[in-house]
């Protein structure tokens, strides 16, 4: 696509030839296993399942924003998407979540079983730095880069970022939390791998200390607004687009922003914090339309 | 210790410093996080069990057979033992081996809950990669061979090793393996994640390709040894001294090394196994003694 024909960018056809390129390097992570293992037909079946590839895109457009060469970082997207996967495999386990339905298909542990899902979740998130860390795409000048992009990522998915957040999204399940809480639990739980993400394609692709910092404050924003788009989907949503029951965050209690601040309070706060980023990409040239497309695309999605 | 008076080695005081220095490197991994988190007492809870340390301490001997300095390496020796503790969370979860007891302690979904369990697994997994990219640590120099080792243990752990090793193992409760399946199922489940320390060791010592290899074919020795171990310990070992359970192979039909081969059988074939591992060490000097003490240990262990 040329980005330099502002006129010419269109959304949908730029996120469906990126979302093309990283579902053909994610099937061929998986090609190369012989045998008929049980575990790598449930990493594939919920690697496969057709997901947004929100956290790839967002790594691609990163990279171009700053004037990198998107296709020079395809592993580094599609590793995000391995570990975004298999944290939604654990997260619909029934110690955890207990979701019967993923992306419009039974959950990893209805379609296989749930210590099959637990090793393929686990399998995932490995195979993610497996990748992250293939030498033979790496330029060696650059070993220190990758390293230190592997280890930003390893922050973002762990103990201190994503792993955090899904821990205390479980207890918010019998204590309510205020709004700061919430926020403070959204931020670990998607925001810290989203930015990682923004962040990683700024970084590779070359991006100035000031670029990554206005990255930054991009990404801080479309991951709150992600998550309150969520929360907004999961009150009026349709199941059949969003391939999941709605309603279930009433059901089971949880502190969302409609239930703190009310539906359409959430919306005007989605719709602030999308204008924010894309306001903090102002000094930025064309090619940090990707960026903004996504930014709008968070919050029309229906699904 | 000093190794060149090889009179003075001690198997035991060698052991013992060295597993000294891996819980001070381990439990300072987990000190700077502030709050109370649940997650992060989990995660303690069980890195901190008292494990024999058998991944680290193969590591840094292997460097220190090489004429390498273990202490350089201590990070990564570590995280091979997250990467251990991680596997045994989930193990023993209810929907895999279901085991309430490890290393004479409740099980880490027993001590805290499924959920935290799960996720305190998956926060030592992704650890262990943060650990191994830390580039704070990192002789900038050197930041691919460190890219490199970090992707041999993502290997050695991942969907064509360990992970597929713990599936096999699953399955097999319920299918009877052949000698020739079930070697292949513990090369996979304990072998590959044991010859990759010992290599890993090794190689960031500055080993030549030629004592690289005969250090795989020790390792491959060992790691098998330790199974047939296990196994022969699952027959007759002290549950006490254990601190699990034994006879648990025998109630649940699992094929292993006596049920297939005999009880005596196994035992000299474990035996063998250890001379041979000795044996590739030939060549080498006095500086693989902690080597050839730890394959000594591996069947004289009571635990």
């Known amino acids: 696509m040329n980005f330099g024909d ?47 590839r929100l956290r790839p895109l967002l790594c691609l457009a990163g990279a171009e924003a700053v004037g990198g060469k998107p296709e020079n970082f395809i592993s580094t997207a599609c590793a995000l998407e391995m570990i975004h996967t298999y944290s939604l495999i654990h997260d619909d386990l029934p110690a955890m979540d207990n979701d019967d339905l993923r992306r419009g298909k039974p959950a990893c542990h209805i379609a296989f079983d749930e210590a099959t899902a637990t090793l393929a979740g686990d399998a995932l998130l490995t195979m993610a730095f497996q990748t992250l860390s293939s030498i033979e795409h790496i330029d060696k ?29 479980i207890d918010a399940e019998s204590t309510p939390l205020n709004r700061d809480a919430l926020e403070k639990l959204h931020q670990l739980k998607t925001g810290a791998l989203i930015e990682a993400s923004v962040y990683c394609g700024g970084f590779l692709g070359g991006g100035s200390r000031e670029q990554l910092d206005r990255l930054q404050t991009y990404a801080g924003c479309i991951g709150l607004a992600f998550q309150v788009k969520d929360d907004v989907l999961n009150v009026e949503g349709d199941p059949a687009i969003l391939g999941k029951e709605v309603g279930t965050d009433e059901i089971r209690k949880k502190s969302t922003y409609p239930s703190i601040i009310g539906l359409e309070p959430s919306k ?36």
């Not at 010419?8 to 045998?35: H, M």
């Not at 996504?294 to 229906?302: K, S, T």
Request: with cysteine; hydrophobic share 40%; net charge positive.
């Open 141 to 169: 000048h650059y070993a220190l880069k990758w390293l230190s992009v592997l280890n930003r990522i390893s922050r973002a998915a762990g103990y201190q970022g994503m792993i955090e957040g899904q821990m205390r999204d």
């Open 6 to 52: 502002k006129e010419l960018f269109e959304l949908a056809s730029y996120l469906e030839s990126k979302r093309e390129q990283i579902n053909t390097y994610l099937d061929q992570c998986l090609q190369d296993v012989p045998g008929s293992s049980r575990l790598v037909a449930a990493m594939r079946y919920s690697l496969m399942a057709g997901g947004k």
């Open 268 to 303: 005007s706060f989605a719709r602030q914090l999308v204008n924010r980023a894309i306001q903090a990409l102002e000094s930025f040239n064309h090619r940090s339309d990707p960026l903004r497309a996504i930014a709008e695309y968070i919050i029309e999605r229906q699904r």
